[in-house]
């Protein structure tokens, strides 16, 4: 066969372009104990051609690749050289190897001159927000469904769902996810990040809240924090509270999952300080709401069906003592 046949069907190789066919004909070429000296032949002009096509790297570095790819030349080449009394059969198979190491240290040089001159592309991102005041429902390419509360950002990155299913979140969604025990759906959110195979949960993680929230519904949920070393896992039918602030972590069994009253349009607080009540009737209602007291220790128990901010504002004053006013835009609550 001519070499430039051959000289063809090995830069296709490396290239990882061969057919079926084109991999049959380079293997039965390669396996032919006539062609031991012709392969020294074909190996040059290869070289060669890669040589000049390929990105180059610093020049150290080149340097230092070539003379790697010529000792291993030498090295083989004395070794054929100083058996000549093999049999047959020893020598094709020891031919075989040396074909398959010659060819595999061109793609692994080709390639890393490529790496190494190259840029690795850059992950873009796609954004889904829902505003204050509003909620968004959304499918995700692996059919994971996701409910996102109000003043949520959810980045999804270009390669979401291919090596794996990874995304950021800076808010509270509610996730339906598509099982995949091959690719575990990772939600980073700052320095917390959960980790699932496929099950249905609540997570809450803003970035002006002092907790950290999730409740599970179905299967189970790894939450790793890193910058308290925490790694807690989370069954059905519990609610992890981790207090940023103090790293204080709470886990409690319940019997009715009222925490994702909100995608009904309700809001349910359970021994909540008032500052955090505050921050989420905020982002509800897309109002600001003031508290100017003295003794602020108020916590917040009870479902509101979230009618109207007014009656939210009347019943956590009948609840405090609080009084409230406006101001503007603003809902001042005082003593």
Same mark, same amino acid.
């Given at each position: 066969m001519e070499d430039t046949t051959i000289l063809l069907l090995l830069q296709k190789y490396i290239k990882d372009q061969c057919s079926e066919?084109? @991999?049959r004909t380079l293997l039965h070429w390669l396996k032919s104990p006539d062609n031991h000296t012709e392969f020294d032949l074909v190996v040059k002009p290869l070289w060669n051609t890669i040589d000049k096509n390929l990105s180059r790297p610093e020049n150290r570095r080149e340097e230092e690749l070539h003379a790697e790819v010529s000792l291993l030349l030498s090295g083989m080449k004395e070794q054929r050289i100083a058996k000549p009394e093999l049999k047959s059969k020893r020598r094709l198979n020891g031919f075989y190897r040396i074909a398959a190491i @010659? &060819? @595999?240290?061109?793609s692994v040089t080709f390639g890393l001159l490529k790496v190494l001159d190259r840029p690795s592309p850059q992950l873009t991102y796609t954004e889904n927000v829902s505003k204050k005041g509003e909620k968004k429902t959304i499918q995700l390419a692996d059919g994971t469904k996701v409910v996102l509360n109000s003043d949520t950002k959810l980045r999804i990155p270009s390669n979401f769902n291919k090596e794996e299913r990874v995304i950021e979140m800076e808010g509270e969604g509610f996730?339906? &996810?598509t099982p995949n025990p091959d =690719?575990?759906? /990772? /939600?980073k959110s700052g320095e917390t990040q959960v980790r699932v195979l496929g099950t249905s949960f609540d997570f809450k993680s803003y970035k002006e809240d002092d907790f950290i929230k999730l409740t599970v519904s179905t299967g189970k949920v790894r939450v790793n924090v890193a910058d308290q070393d925490l790694q807690l896992s989370v069954s059905p039918n519990e609610h992890l509270s981790i207090n940023k602030v103090?790293?204080?972590?709470? =886990?409690?069994? /319940?019997r009715e999952n009222n925490y994702i009253k909100w995608m009904q349009g309700s809001l349910y607080f359970n021994k909540e300080p008032i500052r955090e009540v505050l921050k989420t009737i905020n982002r509800t209602y897309n109002r600001q709401v003031v508290l100017q007291c003295r003794k602020c220790d108020y916590f917040i128990t009870g479902t509101h069906d979230n009618k109207s901010i007014n009656a939210v504002i009347e019943a956590i004053c009948f609840t405090t003592g609080l009084r409230s006013r406006e101001e503007g835009d603003k809902i001042i609550l005082y003593e």
């Open positions: 066919q084109e @991999l @010659l &060819v @595999l240290a061109f996730f339906d &996810v =690719k575990p759906f /990772i /939600i103090d790293g204080n972590v709470r =886990k409690e069994t /319940i």
